[in-house]
Protein backbone atom coordinates (compact mmCIF):
# COMPACT_ATOMS: atom_id res chain seq x y z
CA UNK A 1 0.00 0.00 0.00
CA UNK A 2 1.28 3.53 -1.14
CA UNK A 3 1.13 6.17 1.79
CA UNK A 4 -2.94 7.47 0.60
CA UNK A 5 -4.25 4.03 1.24
CA UNK A 6 -2.23 4.03 4.62
CA UNK A 7 -4.52 7.06 5.62
CA UNK A 8 -7.72 5.86 4.39
CA UNK A 9 -7.14 2.75 6.00
CA UNK A 10 -5.86 4.25 9.28
CA UNK A 11 -9.50 6.46 8.78
CA UNK A 12 -11.73 3.71 8.42
CA UNK A 13 -10.28 2.04 11.18
CA UNK A 14 -10.41 5.12 13.71
CA UNK A 15 -14.61 4.79 12.63
CA UNK A 16 -14.76 1.85 13.59
CA UNK A 17 -14.90 -0.61 10.29
CA UNK A 18 -12.96 -3.98 10.43
CA UNK A 19 -10.54 -3.11 7.05
CA UNK A 20 -9.91 -6.68 7.25
CA UNK A 21 -12.93 -7.52 5.67
CA UNK A 22 -13.29 -4.28 2.76
CA UNK A 23 -10.95 -4.05 -0.61
CA UNK A 24 -9.58 -0.62 -1.28
CA UNK A 25 -8.71 -0.63 -5.30
CA UNK A 26 -7.91 2.66 -6.95
CA UNK A 27 -10.90 5.25 -5.98
CA UNK A 28 -13.22 2.49 -4.34
CA UNK A 29 -13.72 0.66 -1.33
CA UNK A 30 -15.14 -2.76 -1.60
CA UNK A 31 -17.32 -4.62 0.75
CA UNK A 32 -16.06 -8.19 1.11
CA UNK A 33 -18.66 -9.17 3.82
CA UNK A 34 -21.01 -6.65 5.45
CA UNK A 35 -21.89 -8.03 8.86
CA UNK A 36 -17.71 -8.39 9.85
CA UNK A 37 -16.99 -5.16 8.26
CA UNK A 38 -19.21 -3.01 10.34
CA UNK A 39 -19.33 -0.62 7.77
CA UNK A 40 -23.06 1.39 8.54
CA UNK A 41 -24.38 3.61 6.31
CA UNK A 42 -23.68 5.92 9.49
CA UNK A 43 -20.13 5.36 9.32
CA UNK A 44 -20.14 5.73 5.34
CA UNK A 45 -21.59 9.34 5.92
CA UNK A 46 -18.73 10.39 8.67
CA UNK A 47 -15.87 8.78 6.01
CA UNK A 48 -17.37 10.55 3.11
CA UNK A 49 -16.66 13.62 5.20
CA UNK A 50 -12.84 12.91 4.94
CA UNK A 51 -12.86 11.78 1.54
CA UNK A 52 -15.64 12.42 -0.20
CA UNK A 53 -14.86 11.50 -3.32
CA UNK A 54 -14.24 7.50 -2.58
CA UNK A 55 -17.11 5.26 -3.30
CA UNK A 56 -18.04 2.81 -1.17
CA UNK A 57 -19.73 -0.20 -2.96
CA UNK A 58 -22.28 -2.96 -1.37
CA UNK A 59 -22.19 -5.68 -4.39
CA UNK A 60 -24.01 -8.40 -3.30
CA UNK A 61 -22.01 -10.23 -6.50
CA UNK A 62 -18.98 -9.19 -4.87
CA UNK A 63 -19.74 -10.56 -1.36
CA UNK A 64 -20.76 -13.98 -3.09
CA UNK A 65 -17.47 -14.48 -4.84
CA UNK A 66 -15.47 -13.42 -1.47
CA UNK A 67 -17.21 -15.91 0.73
CA UNK A 68 -16.40 -18.59 -1.96
CA UNK A 69 -12.63 -17.42 -2.26
CA UNK A 70 -11.78 -16.97 1.48
CA UNK A 71 -13.24 -20.83 1.64
CA UNK A 72 -11.00 -21.86 -0.92
CA UNK A 73 -7.88 -20.37 0.68
CA UNK A 74 -8.18 -20.07 3.71
CA UNK A 75 -5.71 -23.28 4.01
CA UNK A 76 -3.53 -22.40 0.83
CA UNK A 77 -2.21 -18.69 2.35
CA UNK A 78 0.25 -18.11 5.26
CA UNK A 79 1.07 -15.08 7.38
CA UNK A 80 3.43 -12.53 5.60
CA UNK A 81 3.68 -14.54 2.40
CA UNK A 82 4.48 -12.76 -0.85
CA UNK A 83 1.99 -12.91 -3.76
CA UNK A 84 2.60 -12.67 -7.16
CA UNK A 85 -0.20 -11.08 -9.09
CA UNK A 86 -0.57 -10.97 -12.48
CA UNK A 87 -0.03 -7.13 -12.96
CA UNK A 88 -1.77 -7.19 -17.08
CA UNK A 89 -5.02 -5.66 -16.42
CA UNK A 90 -7.66 -8.18 -17.26
CA UNK A 91 -10.51 -8.38 -15.70
CA UNK A 92 -9.24 -12.02 -13.64
CA UNK A 93 -6.39 -10.00 -12.71
CA UNK A 94 -7.92 -7.33 -11.53
CA UNK A 95 -10.09 -8.98 -9.41
CA UNK A 96 -7.30 -11.11 -8.36
CA UNK A 97 -6.20 -8.14 -6.77
CA UNK A 98 -9.56 -6.76 -4.90
CA UNK A 99 -9.79 -10.14 -3.32
CA UNK A 100 -6.34 -10.89 -1.86
CA UNK A 101 -6.06 -6.80 -0.80
CA UNK A 102 -7.54 -6.96 2.52
CA UNK A 103 -5.67 -10.39 3.22
CA UNK A 104 -2.62 -7.50 3.64
CA UNK A 105 -4.36 -6.79 6.83
CA UNK A 106 -5.68 -10.08 7.53
CA UNK A 107 -2.15 -11.67 7.28
CA UNK A 108 0.40 -9.49 6.69
CA UNK A 109 0.64 -10.60 3.16
CA UNK A 110 2.76 -8.42 0.30
CA UNK A 111 0.96 -8.43 -3.10
CA UNK A 112 3.69 -7.76 -6.03
CA UNK A 113 3.94 -7.32 -9.57
CA UNK A 114 7.19 -9.18 -10.04
CA UNK A 115 7.44 -12.80 -9.80
CA UNK A 116 10.35 -13.61 -7.89
CA UNK A 117 11.95 -17.33 -6.00
CA UNK A 118 10.47 -16.25 -3.00
CA UNK A 119 6.94 -15.56 -4.24
CA UNK A 120 4.18 -17.44 -4.95
CA UNK A 121 2.13 -17.32 -7.73
CA UNK A 122 -1.52 -16.44 -7.72
CA UNK A 123 -3.13 -18.55 -11.01
CA UNK A 124 -5.87 -17.05 -12.59
CA UNK A 125 -7.54 -20.08 -13.08
CA UNK A 126 -11.64 -20.61 -12.54
CA UNK A 127 -14.23 -23.25 -11.55
CA UNK A 128 -14.88 -23.23 -15.57
CA UNK A 129 -10.93 -23.82 -16.01
CA UNK A 130 -10.24 -26.64 -13.61
CA UNK A 131 -13.66 -28.49 -15.01
CA UNK A 132 -12.96 -28.71 -18.36
CA UNK A 133 -9.30 -29.77 -17.62
CA UNK A 134 -10.52 -32.64 -15.86
CA UNK A 135 -13.08 -33.92 -19.24
CA UNK A 136 -10.37 -33.35 -21.30
CA UNK A 137 -8.60 -35.80 -19.15
CA UNK A 138 -11.16 -38.20 -19.33
CA UNK A 139 -11.80 -37.74 -22.80
CA UNK A 140 -8.21 -38.81 -23.61
CA UNK A 141 -8.04 -41.86 -20.91
CA UNK A 142 -5.85 -40.64 -18.81
CA UNK A 143 -5.88 -40.44 -15.00
CA UNK A 144 -8.33 -37.33 -13.39
CA UNK A 145 -6.62 -35.76 -10.74
CA UNK A 146 -6.19 -32.29 -9.56
CA UNK A 147 -2.77 -30.98 -11.37
CA UNK A 148 -2.17 -28.14 -9.40
CA UNK A 149 1.52 -26.92 -9.27
CA UNK A 150 4.13 -25.73 -6.62
CA UNK A 151 4.25 -22.45 -5.14
CA UNK A 152 0.60 -21.53 -6.54
CA UNK A 153 -2.58 -20.52 -5.13
CA UNK A 154 -6.00 -20.78 -6.90
CA UNK A 155 -8.22 -18.18 -5.61
CA UNK A 156 -10.85 -18.68 -7.78
CA UNK A 157 -11.12 -22.49 -8.12
CA UNK A 158 -14.50 -22.56 -7.39
CA UNK A 159 -15.64 -19.20 -8.97
CA UNK A 160 -17.25 -19.47 -12.50
CA UNK A 161 -16.44 -17.21 -15.72
CA UNK A 162 -19.78 -15.88 -15.79
CA UNK A 163 -19.71 -14.65 -11.70
CA UNK A 164 -16.86 -12.77 -13.03
CA UNK A 165 -18.11 -11.52 -16.30
CA UNK A 166 -21.66 -10.47 -14.36
CA UNK A 167 -19.50 -8.44 -11.63
CA UNK A 168 -16.93 -6.87 -14.11
CA UNK A 169 -19.83 -5.82 -15.66
CA UNK A 170 -21.43 -4.42 -12.95
CA UNK A 171 -18.24 -1.74 -11.71
CA UNK A 172 -16.85 0.79 -13.66
CA UNK A 173 -13.56 -0.56 -13.91
CA UNK A 174 -11.68 -0.47 -17.21
CA UNK A 175 -9.99 -3.62 -17.78
CA UNK A 176 -8.88 -6.14 -20.73
CA UNK A 177 -11.24 -8.86 -22.05
CA UNK A 178 -9.41 -12.11 -20.50
CA UNK A 179 -12.39 -14.93 -20.59
CA UNK A 180 -13.27 -15.74 -24.18
CA UNK A 181 -16.07 -18.93 -24.24
CA UNK A 182 -14.61 -21.18 -26.80
CA UNK A 183 -17.03 -23.89 -28.01
CA UNK A 184 -14.88 -26.89 -27.49
CA UNK A 185 -15.49 -30.79 -26.92
CA UNK A 186 -14.83 -30.57 -23.28
CA UNK A 187 -17.14 -27.43 -23.01
CA UNK A 188 -20.05 -29.06 -25.16
CA UNK A 189 -19.76 -32.11 -22.90
CA UNK A 190 -20.19 -29.65 -19.68
CA UNK A 191 -23.28 -27.42 -21.45
CA UNK A 192 -24.88 -30.41 -22.11
CA UNK A 193 -23.99 -32.30 -18.45
CA UNK A 194 -25.34 -28.76 -17.15
CA UNK A 195 -28.83 -28.58 -18.74
CA UNK A 196 -29.26 -32.03 -16.65
CA UNK A 197 -27.13 -31.41 -13.53
CA UNK A 198 -27.24 -28.24 -11.77
CA UNK A 199 -23.74 -26.71 -11.11
CA UNK A 200 -22.15 -29.32 -12.58
CA UNK A 201 -18.97 -27.86 -12.92
CA UNK A 202 -18.51 -27.51 -8.99
CA UNK A 203 -19.74 -30.83 -8.81
CA UNK A 204 -16.82 -32.47 -10.86
CA UNK A 205 -14.40 -30.28 -9.10
CA UNK A 206 -15.36 -31.14 -5.80
CA UNK A 207 -15.46 -35.28 -7.07
CA UNK A 208 -11.88 -34.57 -8.41
CA UNK A 209 -10.78 -33.21 -5.19
CA UNK A 210 -12.93 -36.39 -3.59
CA UNK A 211 -10.91 -38.78 -5.01
CA UNK A 212 -7.45 -37.08 -4.35
CA UNK A 213 -8.30 -36.85 -0.66
CA UNK A 214 -8.93 -40.80 -0.68
CA UNK A 215 -6.05 -41.74 -3.16
CA UNK A 216 -9.45 -43.45 -5.17
Not at 41 to 60: C, G, N, Q, T
Not at 162 to 173: P, V
Not at 199 to 216: A, F, H, P
Amino acid sequence: MNKEERKIIKSLNKLGVDTRFISLYHDNIYINNLKFSKFSHKKEDDFHKLYPHIKIVRSKLFQKICIKVSRTIKNQIKPKEILYINPDQTDINILLYILLEPYQRKYGIQIVEDLTEESIHVSSKTLDDFAEEYINLMIDGLLISSTYEENTIYPLMHVSNQLIIDWINSTDIKYKKSIIKNQTTSNEIIEFLNTHIPNVQESIVQSVKYLDENNI
